[in-house]
Structure formats: structure tokens, C-alpha cells
């Protein structure tokens, strides 16, 4: 045994000056209860449960409070994740008869009291209310413990699952995994041509231009735009101002809207989820806005075109253009496209049809 002094210094775990915790060797935890509620809010609200089978309507609305603590735990890159929670979920649902009149609409709440990192591997318990236990809501009640407890246990899964994956944490181990070396400068070449070889003024130029080029390619790798036609019964200038009205807009989505009707305004719809401004308003005519979700990474902005057209009378196209759309959220999640055009067509469109009765 070596004496006291005299052991081999690669043994010795020693500070680091610049308090670098090499490799992970320490432990490190990271809280990741606000992650979490943004990421359940995300993953729960405005769930379409029911749309129509057996005349009911069915879809939760909101994250009404999650509590508790969840974090992770990394020591030599090794993810341990932590977890007891609670949430409370909130629905909303409606009966209707077979002529479309409502029979009744009712509100209520789903709550799951325990989710716990020791039963990561076991879907957590379900509690349901309603408001009203009169027949026809205990119908709508039981329809929504058929059809949306298994959907909600498969988004608490996908939480579960990226929790396991380190969370917050996971997008900061992939960078600092996928940070490139530097390349090795080339290797000169061997006695060019005098006639051939250019001056150094004119192979500066070329090299500026290639890097340039290159950060602009990466600057849109990794987003995606959308584009869709729609068609309605309704005057162009009715559709604009449902669009521009945050009552209206409360009214077909269920959901909290704070609309500005002028250029350079500020929106905020679906309970706070999607964030924006008005870059250019042109009444019946054109929408042009910049279009935030709570779950892209910072800094993320996409924009969003409407342009409307009156074909022929009482009947109006929108086209939409949505533009620079992530391809993943800040969780990593490689669903942002499909369900961002698939809100415009089933949370925006088709709720504008059934409730204004422009459907075609």
C-alpha cells in the first residue's frame, strides 16, 4: 500500500478550479415539478373524448393543480428519477337528441392521487366526478371513465416514460453528447500548379460564402410548415370576426382567450397554451400573426397566415399557412407538427362549424 503523499494522482478525485462536475461523478438533482405541470398541461388539456358517439360530447379542458415533488438524480450519467404526485384534471361534456338540441351539459373532474416513481411500471388510480348525478349525467360520466380513462393513463405514461428518460435534464445530456469535436485542419497540398492555384484574396471569398450558406440551412433544419384549405358557409367577414373575438373564441373552444384586435396586440387562447401577436389584421380579408405554444423551447416562434376569399356568395375559403413549426418541443417530443395541424382542423375548424353552423 502506497504511504500517505505517494499514491498514483490518477486516482485522486480532486476539485476542479472551474467547479465542473466531470462526467457526472458527484451527484446532481434538478426539480422537475414546474417541468411537469407544463408538461401535463400540455399532454391533457382540450382531449377530445367523445365527439358525437351516442349524441355525447366529452373532452377534458384544463389542469387544474398538480402537486407533490419530482425530480432527477444523475450521478456518472446515470438518470434516477423521483417522483410523488398528485393532479386534478377538469371535463366537460354534453348530451344531445337526435336533432342536435342539447340535453344537457355538465363539468366535473378527474383526479389521480398518487402517481409514484415505485409504481412507474402500474397505471395509478382514477377518481371521476360530475357535477350532476342525474341519469343523463351519470351517462356522460360513465362514458367519460370508459373512453377517457384509458387515453389519460396513456398521456401519464408518456410522462412516465420521459421521466425515465431524465426529463428537463435530457435535452442538456444530448448536447453536451452531441457536441462536435473539432475537425482537423487539411493537410496542405503538394506544389500546385502556379497557373492554377488561386491567390489568397480570391479563396477567402469562397469559404465565407460556404459558412454562411451552411448557418442558414441549420438555422431552419429542424421546422416544418403547414398548410391547409377549408371552406364554410358563412360571409368571409362573420369568420374573421369569430376569429378576432376572444368571447366567441371562448365560446367554441371551452377554453380561456385574451384577443387584441389591433396590429402589434398581444393574444393569448386555450387557457394560455398558445401565445402571440397581430403583425397584420386586413378586416374579412387577411390574419398574419406570430403563434407561441407554452411547450417549445424558448425563443421558438412560428407565424400564421389566413387568407380570406368569398368564391361565390355565402361561402367562404380560408387558406392557412403556418410556418416554422418545430418538429419537437423542449421535452423532445416529435409530435408538434401532426398535433398542431390536427388542433386547426379539430379544435379550431370543425368547432367553428359545429357551434356557428357554418358546416359544409
Known amino acids: 500500500m502506497a504511504r500517505y503523499g505517494e499514491g498514483d494522482k490518477r486516482w485522486i478525485v480532486e476539485d476542479r478550479p472551474d467547479g465542473t462536475n466531470v462526467h457526472n461523478w458527484h451527484w446532481s438533482e434538478t426539480n422537475c415539478l414546474e417541468w411537469s ?12 373524448i367523445l365527439d358525437g358517439e351516442g349524441n355525447l360530447f366529452v373532452k377534458t379542458t384544463s389542469l387544474r393543480s398538480l402537486d407533490g415533488e419530482a425530480y432527477i438524480n444523475i450521478r456518472k450519467g446515470k438518470i434516477i428519477p423521483g417522483y410523488e404526485i398528485s ?5 366537460h361534456g354534453e348530451a344531445k337528441d337526435s336533432n342536435g338540441a342539447s340535453l344537457l351539459q355538465v363539468d366535473g373532474t378527474v383526479e389521480i392521487p398518487y402517481i409514484s416513481d415505485e409504481n412507474a411500471d402500474e ?3 382514477l377518481k371521476i366526478t360530475v357535477n350532476d348525478e342525474g341519469p343523463v349525467g351519470k351517462r356522460i360520466k360513465d362514458a367519460m371513465l370508459s373512453k377517457g380513462k384509458p387515453l389519460i ?39 500546385p500548379s502556379p497557373s492554377l492555384s488561386p491567390s489568397p484574396s480570391t479563396t477567402a471569398a469562397p469559404k465565407k460564402e460556404s459558412s454562411t450558406a451552411t448557418k442558414k440551412k441549420k438555422e431552419k433544419k429542424g421546422v416544418k410548415s403547414i398548410s391547409m384549405t377549408e371552406r364554410f358557409n358563412c360571409r368571409a367577414k362573420n369568420l374573421f370576426e369569430i376569429l ?26 386555450f387557457d394560455g397554451s398558445v401565445t402571440g401577436t397581430n403583425l ?25 397566415r389566413l387568407v380570406f376569399e368569398e368564391p361565390e356568395s355565402g361561402v367562404t375559403v380560408v387558406k392557412l399557412t403556418h410556418t416554422d413549426v418545430p418538429e419537437e418541443d423542449r421535452y423532445g417530443n416529435a409530435t408538434v407538427v401532426e398535433n398542431t395541424e390536427r388542433g386547426w ?5 370543425q368547432r367553428i362549424r359545429a357551434v356557428f353552423g357554418f358546416g359544409i
Request: proline share 6%; charged share 25%.
Open 37 to 48: 405541470r407544463t408538461f401535463f398541461s400540455s399532454l391533457l388539456s382540450n382531449l377530445t
Open 87 to 91: 393532479l386534478t384534471l377538469n371535463w
Open 123 to 125: 397505471d395509478p388510480e
Open 153 to 191: 393513463l396513456e398521456k401519464v405514461r408518456v410522462w412516465v416514460q420521459s421521466m425515465a428518460k431524465g426529463g428537463p435534464v435530457m435535452e442538456e445530456l444530448d448536447n453536451k453528447k452531441a457536441a462536435p469535436s473539432p475537425s482537423p485542419s487539411p493537410a496542405p497540398s503538394s506544389s
Open 244 to 269: 378576432m373575438d376572444e368571447n366567441r373564441w371562448k365560446g367554441f373552444t371551452q377554453s380561456n382567450a385574451r384577443i387584441s384586435k389591433e396590429v402589434g396586440g398581444e393574444f393569448s387562447i
Open 280 to 304: 397584420e389584421l386586413q378586416e374579412g380579408k387577411l390574419i398574419v400573426q406570430k403563434w407561441r405554444f407554452g411547450s417549445w423551447s424558448d425563443g421558438v416562434q412560428s407565424t400564421v
Open 345 to 349: 382542423r379539430d379544435l379550431i375548424f
